[in-house]
Each structure stands twice: as structure tokens, then as C-alpha cells.
């Protein structure tokens, strides 16, 4: 019935137009294709304006909450969630939320077990892209992350800004049993096993168990 209708339609449309004098017939194909060519231009331009900003190192789009700026009005949106903690992307399988739909599609990966980056260079495999760029530098020995204090240098950043603290002296992580702190987070992990008496390291020749792994291959020694 709808294509019945829709060729009815048409033939109207056609016979209108046949009827309108050759002048007429020609102004409306020449208004029709001048606005689909309007309206591509404009799709166009604003799409060199957005990159032209990348180039020039505009960027118009300010957060009012902080010093801020962006390029493109997309990443704005973006960085605003970081304010109103707005997570519009949620995990089906689980109640985590995430602001950036990319996120997501990371985060469900851990439910599918999914790995699509695989390295060239081994059989390794990993759910992100940047997980396996961090994982390259161990095979190519790039260290792109450098001290500024002295010639260490690291395949991740987040060594670097551990490694920072043994200049700076900042330590993060704060006991809340004790007083005292550590620049590592491993380092807080260890110690709070001696308030909760955790020894997850075993013998598996003996039943003497440790709270660092470190123990664990000093008392294997005994029984060789």
C-alpha cells in the first residue's frame, strides 16, 4: 500500500513539474541542489574550523569551573562530568558507571575477556590500545618518561611520578592505623598487614606463611 502511495506521489510530482514552464522547472532544481550544496559547505567548513584549531592551538571552548580549555566543544562536554560527577555510560552487566563512552567499551571487556591488541612481537594480548603501547617499550626499550632530577628514565608515566617522589619526599599514602606514610602504594599494602596479621606468601614445603613475598624466598632457601 505505501509503495502503491508513494508512486502516486511521485507521478504527482512529476506531472507538476511537467505542467510549470521550463524557467520554473529550472529554478527549483537550481534552489534544491544550491541548498544541498549550501548545506554540505557548511558541514565542511565547520568540520576544517574544529580541525583548524588543533593546528593553531585555539582553543575557544573554557570551563566555567576551572582554568581549562578545549579545542572542540565535544571535549568540553567531556571534561564537565569531571565537576557534576555525571557517568551517563552504564556497564549492563554490573552497576560501574563511566563518563566517557570509551570507558565503557574498555570496561566491558573485563566481562567478555575480550583481548583485540595483540603484539606483533610475542603472543601477548590486551583489552586496550594503551596497555599494549606500554607493553611495545619492552620489547623496542623506549623510555620516553624522564627524570628531571637525575638520568632515570621509564616506559610509563606512572613510574615516573613514583620515582618523583624519592626527590620530592611526598608520600601519599597514609596509614590509618599509625602515622605513618609511604610514596607507594605496594609499600602502604605491606605494611598494613602488620595490623591485620595477613600473611597471603606460604611454604608450600612447610606451613610457615609471610606478609611479604621477599621472606618467602629467603625461608625457601632453608629447605634446599
Keep these: 500500500m505505501k509503495s502503491h502511495i508513494s508512486v502516486h506521489n511521485v507521478t504527482r510530482r512529476l506531472n507538476t513539474l511537467v505542467l510549470l514552464p521550463r524557467t520554473s522547472v529550472l529554478t527549483q532544481v537550481r ?8 548545506t554540505r559547505r557548511y558541514s565542511v567548513s565547520s ?3 574544529r580541525h583548524l584549531h588543533i593546528h593553531r592551538g585555539e582553543k575557544p571552548y573554557q570551563c566555567t ?4 580549555a578545549f579545542n572542540q566543544s565535544g571535549d568540553l562536554t567531556r571534561h564537565l562530568r569531571t565537576h557534576t560527577g555525571e557517568k551517563p555510560y552504564q556497564c549492563t552487566q554490573c552497576n560501574k558507571a563511566f563518563s566517557i563512552s570509551s570507558a565503557l567499551t574498555k570496561h566491558l571487556r573485563t566481562h567478555t ?3 583485540p ?4 612481537q610475542c603472543d601477548k594480548e590486551f583489552s586496550d590500545c594503551s596497555a599494549l603501547t606500554k607493553h ?3 620489547h623496542t626499550d623506549e623510555k620516553p618518561f624522564r ?11 606512572g613510574a615516573l611520578t613514583m620515582h618523583l617522589r624519592i626527590h620530592t619526599g611526598v608520600k601519599p599514602y597514609h596509614c590509618t592505623q599509625c602515622n605513618k606514610a609511604f610514596n607507594k602504594s605496594g609499600h602502604l599494602t605491606t605494611h598494613l598487614r602488620i595490623h591485620t596479621g595477613e600473611k597471603p606468601y606460604q611454604c608450600t614445603q612447610c606451613k610457615k606463611a609471610f606478609n611479604v613475598s621477599s621472606n618467602l624466598t629467603r625461608h625457601l632457601h632453608t629447605h634446599t
Excluded at 534552489?31 to 549550501?38: E, F, L, M, R, T
Design 31 to 38: 534552489s534544491h541542489i544550491s541548498v544541498h550544496n549550501a
Design 65 to 68: 569551573q576551572c582554568n581549562k
Design 136 to 138: 611495545l617499550r619492552t
Design 117 to 120: 591488541y595483540q603484539c606483533t
Design 47 to 49: 568540520a576544517l574550523t
Design 147 to 157: 627524570c628531571t632530577q637525575c638520568d632515570n628514565a621509564f616506559y610509563v608515566s
Design 113 to 115: 575477556g575480550e583481548k
